[in-house]
């Protein structure tokens, strides 16, 4: 699986939307990026997940640049919920490889 | 409602008492695996299993043993826990090992003395 950088922290005020980075320029033609997040000590919630196209669901928006080389997350209207640690993962397609291998990833901080 | 679910939640435990810690999940999913989450290390997977009788390793099993005896469970065993095993475990569930969405359970925080 690809190496990926997220800031460690970010803040956003409530309403706003916040817009997390993540670089991955190793990453291979058929490797996919995908988000989750972990709210403190929680299990980690599954958000989204993208090959090359941009991705909405109910949740988040995910950007991801032409060259693949780096995305970003985006929560249209953060809420005080949204508090939680993101986490950016570039892997194979589920069934070569079905682990999911987390970083450190980004500690972002909703405020009224 | 579809979740997984772990027990215990908290568990205090000493040096070499065996110890079995649960995971079932409700959505007839395929595949399930074991994660511990370690401050500074991320999570790392223990061991997984594609189906009913079929597990294998994963990461860090040292230490670990797991069952698939039914669909649904996948207990994740301690025979003799020792204090690096201190930790919090994630138990985790997808339809298949092609499913692209995972499903985890709300964790549990052990710790052995």
């Known amino acids: 699986d690809a190496k990926t950088t997220q800031p460690t922290s970010m803040d956003c005020a409530e309403g706003r939307a916040a817009n997390l980075p993540c670089n991955h320029s190793?990453?291979?033609?058929?490797?996919?990026v995908y988000w989750y997040r972990q709210i403190h000590s929680q299990g980690p919630q599954y958000i989204i997940h993208?090959?090359?196209n941009n991705e909405t669901n109910e949740m988040a928006s995910l950007i991801i640049t032409e060259d693949r080389k780096s995305s970003t997350l985006i929560l249209p209207h953060a809420t005080l919920r949204d508090t939680a640690v993101y986490y950016c993962?570039?892997?194979?397609?589920?069934?070569?490889?079905?682990?999911?291998?987390f970083g450190t990833g980004t500690r972002l901080q909703v405020t009224l | 409602e579809a979740q997984v679910t772990q027990n215990p939640r908290y568990l205090i435990t000493v040096t070499g008492k065996k110890l079995t810690v649960t995971c079932s999940q409700n959505?007839?999913?395929?595949?399930m695996s074991w994660y511990r989450q370690d401050p500074g290390l991320g999570l790392r997977q223990i061991y997984y299993?594609?189906?009913?009788?079929?597990?294998d390793k994963g990461d860090v099993p040292e230490g670990y043993k797991v069952s698939r005896k039914e669909k649904r469970n996948f207990p994740l065993i301690l025979e003799s826990p020792s204090p690096n095993q201190t930790s919090l475990y994630f138990c985790?569930?997808?339809?298949?090992?092609?499913?692209?969405?995972?499903?985890f359970g709300p964790g549990t925080r052990l710790t052995v003395t």
């Open positions: 985790a569930s997808s339809l298949s090992r092609l499913a692209y969405e995972q499903y």
């Open positions: 190793t990453i291979s033609g058929n490797e996919y």
């Open positions: 993208g090959l090359k």
């Open positions: 993962i570039v892997r194979v397609p589920p069934g070569t490889a079905s682990k999911l291998t």
């Open positions: 959505m007839n999913h395929e595949y």
């Open positions: 299993s594609m189906n009913v009788e079929v597990t």
